[in-house]
T-cell receptor
Framework: DAGVTQSPTHLIKTRGQQVTLRCSPK?????VSWYQQALGQGPQFIFQ???????QRGNFPDRFSGHQFPNYSSELNVNALLLGDSALYLC?????????????FGEGSRLTVL | DAKTTQPPSMDCAEGRAANLPCNHS???????VYWYRQIHSQGPQYIIH???NNETNEMASLIITEDRKSSTLILPHATLRDTAVYYC??????????????FGKGTKLSVKP
């Protein structure tokens, strides 16, 4: 049973560019969340997708956007990259409405902005 | 969600019990205590959660004080592979809840031979 998979694992971009990160949730999961983790910090919630809609959003600017596809996979897009966007981007999945609330995380995509 | 306070780091000898404390003095009646850990270069991993009763699973035990203002995660026989950052999180759990977690900086546990 494949867990949460993310791609790419590492990438380097320059300021002003745009990036797309991809996530496939754990089998049977229908809800995907994205987190940003700066070096030495805990993960910070970006947003959550369910039924192809953004359901909740953390304190991130509109440069951060996402999408969820009918097969529940998801993309995170970041426009006009800043140096401060350098971080590990984590995807997490769960089953909507399932009471335990346990999230399963992927291993992340490490973005470096030069 | 209530705020949590954890020591920034702890050491533990291999084979001994690791006891990781967490203070959550402002926790409300409908908030659960969750523990996740993050091994270097990996995503966070769920460990255990509880409301007010002590909980145990194959990974760890969770002890919550009677007033629910603090808790302790216990790894009964720590191994080198338990070296990680451990996060204590409190959140409301309900059907349809949004599922986002608020992480602090956690406790970096170093298990030493």
């Amino acid at each position: 049973d494949a867990g949460v998979t993310q791609s790419p694992t590492h990438l380097i971009k320059t300021r002003g560019q745009q990036v797309t990160l991809r996530c496939s949730p754990k089998s049977g999961h229908d809800t995907v969340s994205w987190y940003q983790q700066a070096l030495g910090q805990g993960p910070q919630f970006i947003f959550q997708y369910y039924e192809e809609e953004e359901r909740q959003r953390g304190n991130f600017p509109d440069r951060f956007s996402g999408h969820q596809f009918p097969n529940y996979s998801s993309e995170l897009n970041v426009n006009a990259l800043l140096l401060g966007d350098s971080a590990l981007y984590l995807c997490a999945s769960r089953v909507q409405g399932f009471r335990t609330g346990e999230l399963f995380f992927g291993e992340g995509s490490r973005l470096t902005v030069l | 969600d209530a705020k949590t306070t954890q020591p920034p780091s702890m050491d533990c000898a291999e084979g001994r019990a690791a006891n990781l404390p967490c203070n959550h003095s402002t926790i409300s009646g409908n908030e659960y205590v969750y523990w996740y850990r993050q091994i270097h270069s990996q995503g966070p991993q769920y460990i255990i959660h509880g409301l007010k009763n002590n909980e145990t699973n194959e990974m760890a035990s969770l002890i919550i004080t009677e007033d629910r203002k603090s808790s302790t995660l216990i790894l009964p026989h720590a191994t080198l592979r338990d070296t990680a950052v451990y996060y204590c999180i409190v959140r409301v759990l309900q059907v349809g809840s949004q599922g986002n977690l608020i992480f602090g900086k956690g406790t970096k546990l170093s298990v030493k031979p």
